[in-house]
Every structure is written in C-alpha cells, then in structure tokens.
C-alpha cells in the first residue's frame, strides 16, 4: 500500500502551508492548531476505513485504541505516513510514536458527542512537547461531529478535567470554531488546546484516525510518571535517543 507523499509546492498556497511550501509554524504556534490539507491519498484513507471494520465494536461512539501490535498497516502508517515529518517540523529531529485511536461516529446518533477537553486531560505528558494528528476518513462538517476548537486556548495550559458520561470533559464558556475538513485532511494540534465534537446526526459513519507523537524526553504523568520510551506502545519514528 503507498503512503502519500508528503505536500510540496512552491506555486499553490495549501492551507497550513506558506506559498514556498513551508509549515506555517507561526500559525501553529499562534492559535493552537493548523489544518492540512490532503495529507493522504484517497486509497490510504479507504486502507484505513477497512482496517477499522476489522476491530470496530459497534457502539454508537467506538473507540479503538493502541491497534498498532494487531495491524501491520496501522503499525507502518503511524511510523512511516507523511505525518511523521510535519511532527519533525513542529517538535525537532527526535520524536516519538505514543498513541493511537480510532474515534467513529455511528449515524443519526445523539450519543456520540464528545465533550470540551484537552488530551492531556486524558494522557498528560511532561513536558508537554507533544502533537496531535487528527485525520478524517469520512469528510467532515456540522452534521456528522466535525472537531470545533478553541482557538488559543492552548496558552492558557492544563486545565481541570472532571467524569463527562464515560469521558473527560472541562468547563468552557466560549464559542468554539468548527474546523469542516475533507477525507485524508489532517488537524494538528498540542495536548493543551480545548477541542470537542458534536453528535453524528448524518445518515453515514463518521471515523477518524487519531494519532499523538511527542518528543522522547517526556513521561507519562497518568501512567505513575512512567518514562514514555519505557511504555509497549511508544517508539522512535524519527532521530534517536
């Protein structure tokens, strides 16, 4: 299976991207998060759809997490995909696999919300050198629970998490910005940016891939402070130790 190359132009301005081609890390930096577009190829992304049928368990909201050790594809993906070096660029030559989940929403569903959090509400790393790369597999908007996000909420740094119907959620108050993205886009984002998704009230599935990679000094605070290369399902993608 080929993995899509990553983007590169020095003519069309892509989102996420400056018009020579380069990651708009300042964009990044300044609110939180940044969209690419098209990071994979329709054929990955309909790889990635067949690998979550295989484990997926039917719940209305399904997550499939560390499937890495039961998919060699998964496991190529997450080490090799394009998404490795947008992860160099925004966290520096060494950097390290940690997470992985599929998040699906079935349809016409009002279960399947998913509240304000942080992923270091879930996951908390120290240092917070990580980075989130959320990829949809179904094209995404208001109707089926496309990410909203709270721009720059990501400086205001880790904030208190409380039980939400089996989840984490935190307390917001303001208007968050739906972010709609296309099949094979990709959200990047940091473990302290507040986002959320609301219920899937289309007629199809809505899945996603999640994927979190950080840089190889940190531990894992939930995890009685383990050393993050210390856990089964972290490794090196990038650079070394």
């Excluded at 930096?29 to 067949?50: C, F, M, P, Q, W």
């Excluded at 909420?153 to 959620?169: A, E, F, M, T």
């Excluded at 968050?176 to 899937?200: C, E, K, Y």
Aim: proline share 7%.
């Amino acid at each position: 299976m080929r993995l899509a190359p990553l983007l590169q132009s020095s003519k069309i301005c892509r989102s996420g991207f400056s018009r020579d081609g380069i990651m708009d890390k300042q964009r990044y930096e300044r609110d939180g998060y940044l969209l690419i577009s098209k990071l994979i190829d329709d054929e990955t992304v309909a790889a990635l759809n067949a690998e979550h049928a295989r484990f997926d368990n039917g719940n209305p909201l399904s997550v499939q997490i560390q499937l890495v050790h039961r998919s060699a594809f998964i496991r190529s993906f997450v080490s090799h995909g394009p998404q490795v070096a947008l992860a160099v660029e925004i966290l520096g030559p060494n950097v390290c696999f940690t997470h992985q989940q599929y998040v699906c929403k079935a349809p016409d569903s009002s279960e399947t919300d998913v509240p304000w959090h942080q992923d270091s509400g879930y996951g908390r790393l120290e240092p917070p050198t990580d980075l989130t790369v959320w990829i949809p597999l179904h094209d995404t908007d208001e109707t089926n629970g496309c990410l909203e996000v709270l721009v720059g909420s990501h400086r205001s740094g880790l904030k208190p998490h409380h039980p939400v119907d089996g989840l984490r959620g935190a307390d917001v108050d303001e208007k968050g910005l739906p972010v709609p993205m296309q099949a094979g886009d990709a959200l990047l984002f940091g473990g302290h940016l507040m986002h959320r998704s609301l219920p899937n009230r289309s007629k199809a599935s809505r899945n996603a891939l999640y994927l979190r990679y950080c840089t190889p000094d940190v531990t894992m605070v939930t995890d009685g402070n383990k050393p993050v290369l210390e856990d089964g399902y972290s490794w090196m993608v990038a650079g070394e130790i």
